[in-house]
């Protein structure tokens, strides 16, 4: 059974920069791409970033190319997500998802296996 859990998420201000961890549980990381979504109130899930199977490939939205950086530590068998120069509009609940499957790994129907999220507000 593959089990994800986040961890990092807290109130940071303008600016400022925060790391998410993904702990994946039950299986080698390297099996698996790895991505992370984000869930604002009264918005949609939508994509972050992506990383493959041996992490040399990754993958961002515009909004957030540039500040994000999506990388995995095999040996933790976690991933992260690094944001850097945080806004407010990047507040959001950061959910990170794995799959096994060879895809692009930009939307959700891709991902087999859901952490439970993590809160990140961004505010002065």
């Known amino acids: 059974q593959v089990r994800l859990v986040e961890s990092g998420g807290r109130s940071v201000q303008p600016g400022g920069s925060l790391r998410l961890s993904c702990a994946l549980s039950?299986?080698?990381?390297?099996?698996?791409?790895m991505g992370w979504f984000r869930h604002s109130p009264g918005k949609e899930r939508v994509f972050v970033a992506t990383?493959?199977?041996?992490?040399?490939?990754?993958e961002y939205a515009d909004s957030v190319k540039g500040r994000f950086k999506i990388s995995k530590d095999i040996d933790q068998n976690t991933a992260y997500l690094q944001m850097n120069s945080l806004m407010p509009a990047d507040t959001a609940v950061y959910s990170c998802?794995?799959?096994?499957?060879?895809?692009?790994?930009?939307?959700?129907?891709?991902?087999?296996?859901w952490g439970q999220g993590t809160q990140v507000t961004v505010s002065s």
């Open positions: 998802a794995a799959t096994e499957d060879f895809v692009v790994g930009t939307t959700m129907a891709e991902y087999d296996y």
């Open positions: 039950g299986r080698s990381i390297s099996t698996y791409r």
């Open positions: 990383i493959n199977r041996n992490g040399r490939g990754t």
